[in-house]
């Protein structure tokens, strides 16, 4: 099994989070000596906190402080036993006046609302069960659930608030699974939005296995009877319904809750509840302070603390209206999510707005797709509405200058988030006096030698080798063996090409750079729906391609403006060809431009490493291994491939029949099938007919000694100065037997080495057995757009099964 390099997602989360925080937007340390929520002390300015999530500014109130001390006096520091056996006697009080605010149903406190999700999910949730997550519900919910997969639980997802898609899920599964479980927020953290309540108890009446499962972390407290959140007075009367919450935002304090309407559910989560049993409970001060919390609640108090916030979000809306800014926010929450589209824009528009002396939060991907990313903040009964006028003025002038520094299109940033634009237009600004862009559809339409200058010794696409591959992925029955091809050239006024490229527009397979266990099981989906978690996309080069795509010179003058060219023109590609996601590869760590591709919006991603072997020339075995250093490499080599040579007839063709055309393209699918470290959809049938048609192609055959029989092939690309074996085949039967593959792969180097080539590119994958040869495994990065990231959080979800 060919075995790559993956791309870590937590490696790009890493990436992005360390370029913000370079910025000083996030993971910023702040240094106030006390704090009553108001105001945040950074880099020593004051800046006025519109980031904290305690709504009702409930922080520093003296009844509850009051409490938090005087359990702290009585019961110390912590009370250390599990409540398995014993439970405190002020965490009773707690439970039973928390139980108040929700019409006295059972409840449990937790030390976090995350441990109460794995707590419940891991008790209640059973293998014969299925879980239906929405899109956004938040990360404490997904977490545990993927780990119910390991007992058997099927686990999917939906997209946002899509209740059609929930019910053709339920209908679905309805007679496979014993209960349904849809899980959601209250309110969504990242937009501020809510989940669609009416449907829901349509739903939850018309399907008596459906089971709802809330997470209202950021709706208990600011909102409902006695604080009671935003969903829990809609859905109270329903035994099928497990509300979750939190403590630490709109209560003033901190902890997890989780409330019951099945006093059954209740009793057996209480008598074990699994990580329940075996974490402590909450110190004796945080509880003190929930206490003074919840008898606030129980308080008429409430009342006009609920109606101060929703007095100054009524307030805040208008404003924002005012201006008419890319809100996506639902109007009756705290958070409020203001658009921005691309990452340059978003980190240009946070460091003013925290220059202004405001504290803002910073959307950005994975949490939201990489070109809708935005400035995200919070309000609380801490802001007046003089800081809401002051925020707002200063989100929209900086918005403004943000964009027109960054050269966006605003009008654009609206269509993004689908917001009516109403303003004056700031068209994104493209010297096109100095750099003149050039678009092609075939290679035909180019001169040979004005591409070849760039690409010729690149790998298998120059001027020719482009000409096959049109010919290759066109006109074929299937539609993901069909590619538009966009060729892209920017020169400066004098005819100097500045930057060249080419695209193609294909369906690609999401998983396709996923671990295998995660391709294999999706390939499952496909047997009955072909096209599951495939998407549209545009990419830079193509899948039958690997090298350096991208020429820039990098030295010229314009070559900036050329960038904003040749950003324009993906655009418009991308939207030509209907594309959800685009690829820019391949790039090495070197790469000159990386700043400027992730200020447009693109994640760098990890590739598969390419391998390359450039060893001097050699005339006999002796002499090759002597330019190796591995001692283990050497023996390896002499054991499986020097000790099998003599069994095997080799032979090199330039043209194929029809017939061994045939029989090449099942040898190569005989490895498509059985290789889903690197899934894609496979080539057309007709491949080696039409490359045997083009003299830069070569096929070396193997066949054992004596024998008709084809067992192995090898797909040869042969440049000016190198040589790119870019295709394999095999018959598995011979692989253990005689070594087939150690075989073909010596062939690989030994025919670059025959032909004087300079350098051999030996392509992804099997970098272990590539490097016995000196082959230079070299890391390559990606620059990734993706327009809605479903599909890679359902091929996330796959990891853990």
């Not at 109270?236 to 809750?257: C, D, H, M, P, Q």
Request: net charge neutral; with cysteine.
């Amino acid at each position: 099994m060919a075995k790559i390099k993956h791309t870590n997602t937590y490696d790009v989360v890493d990436h992005i989070f360390t370029a913000a925080k370079e910025k000083g937007i996030m993971h910023i340390n702040s240094e106030e000596q006390s704090f009553n929520g108001e105001k945040f002390t950074i880099k020593g300015r004051e800046l006025v906190n519109f980031g904290t999530c305690g709504y009702l500014g409930l922080e520093k109130h003296p009844k509850i402080l009051a409490k938090s001390h005087e359990l702290l006096d009585k019961y110390g520091s912590h009370f250390s036993i599990s409540r398995t056996f014993i439970k405190a006697p002020y965490l009773e009080e707690l439970e039973n006046l928390v139980s108040r605010i929700f019409d006295n149903r059972p409840v449990i406190i937790y030390t976090s609302t995350s441990v109460a999700h794995q707590s419940i999910i891991g008790t209640i949730v059973e293998s014969n069960d299925l879980i239906i997550l929405d899109q956004q519900v938040h990360y404490s919910v997904q977490y545990p659930s993927q780990f119910a997969k390991l007992q058997g639980t099927m686990v999917k997802m939906i997209r946002h608030n899509n209740m059609e898609m929930l019910e053709d899920f339920i209908k679905r599964g309805y007679n496979q699974y014993n209960k349904i479980w849809y899980m959601a927020d209250g309110v969504y953290s990242m937009y501020g939005d809510l989940p669609h309540k009416k449907e829901l108890l349509y739903l939850l009446e018309k399907y008596p296995k459906l089971h709802l499962y809330f997470d209202d972390a950021h709706g208990v407290g600011w909102t409902g009877n006695k604080g009671c959140g935003t969903v829990f007075g809609s859905f109270k009367y329903n035994e099928r319904v497990v509300l979750i919450s939190t403590l630490a935002k709109g209560f003033g304090s901190i902890g997890g809750i989780a409330i019951f309407n099945d006093k059954e559910m209740y009793r057996k989560i209480n008598i074990y509840g699994g990580v329940l049993a075996y974490t402590h409970p909450l110190s004796p001060a945080n509880v003190g302070a929930a206490i003074g919390s919840a008898e606030i609640l129980l308080s008429d108090e409430i009342d006009e603390y609920q109606n101060e916030l929703k007095e100054l979000i009524k307030y805040l809306n208008i404003k924002l209206a005012e201006f008419n800014l890319t809100n996506t926010s639902s109007e009756e929450t705290p958070i409020y999510f203001i658009g921005t589209g691309s990452a340059k824009v978003t980190h240009n528009l946070i460091q003013k707005v925290l220059a202004d002396g405001f504290y803002v939060n910073t959307a950005t991907y994975p949490v939201v797709p990489n070109d809708k990313t935005g400035l995200r903040f919070t309000l609380t009964r801490h802001n007046t509405k003089k800081d809401i006028d002051q925020l707002v003025s200063s989100i929209n002038k900086n918005f403004h200058l943000a964009v027109e520094e960054e050269n966006e299109d605003l009008e654009k940033i609206y269509k993004v988030f689908n917001i009516p634009f109403k303003g004056k237009l700031i068209e994104k600004i493209i010297e096109e006096k100095n750099v003149f862009v050039e678009k092609y559809k075939s290679i035909s339409e180019i001169e040979p030698c004005l591409w070849d200058r760039f690409f010729s010794d690149k790998g298998n696409y120059s001027y020719n080798g482009l000409k096959c591959i049109e010919e290759i992925f066109s006109n074929n029955d299937k539609v993901e063996e069909n590619w538009s091809f966009h060729y892209v050239i920017i020169k400066d006024k004098d005819g100097n090409v500045v930057l060249a490229t080419f695209f193609t527009g294909a369906i690609y397979k999401d998983d396709m750079l996923s671990h295998t266990n995660v391709s294999r099981q999706i390939e499952e989906e496909r047997k009955h729906n072909p096209y599951y978690l495939c998407s549209q996309t545009l990419a830079m080069g193509c899948l039958f391609t690997e090298g350096t795509h991208l020429y820039i010179d990098a030295e010229h003058v314009l070559v900036n403006q050329a960038l904003n060219s040749f950003f324009v023109e993906v655009e418009k590609i991308k939207n030509e060809t209907n594309s959800k996601v685009v690829i820019l590869r391949d790039f090495q760590s070197d790469f000159k431009f990386q700043q400027v591709f992730e200020n447009e919006g693109y994640v760098r991603v990890s590739m598969p490493n390419t391998n390359i072997v450039s060893l001097p020339k050699w005339n006999t075995k002796d002499e090759l291994l002597s330019f190796l250093s591995s001692k283990n490499s050497i023996n390896n080599i002499k054991r499986y491939v020097f000790k099998y040579e003599d069994q095997y007839d080799i032979s090199i063709k330039k043209t194929l029949t029809d017939a061994e055309a045939e029989k090449h393209y099942q040898l190569f699918t005989n490895i498509k099938k059985a290789n889903y470290a690197f899934n894609f959809f496979s080539y057309p049938n007709k491949i080696a007919k039409i490359l045997s048609q083009y003299e830069d192609w070569e096929f070396i055959e193997f066949r054992i000694k004596d024998s008709e029989e084809l067992i192995g092939c090898i797909w040869h690309f042969v440049g000016k100065n190198h040589s790119c074996p870019l295709v394999v085949g095999l018959n598995y039967d011979y692989v253990k037997s005689h070594h087939l593959y150690k075989q073909v792969m010596y062939y690989m180097v030994k025919r670059g080495n025959d032909l004087g080539k300079s350098k051999t590119y030996l392509g992804i994958t099997s970098d272990y057995e590539k490097q016995k040869y000196a082959a230079v495994s070299m890391p390559t990065f990606a620059y990734i757009r993706i327009q809605d990231t479903y599909n890679s959080e359902i091929i996330n979800s796959y990891s853990n099964m």
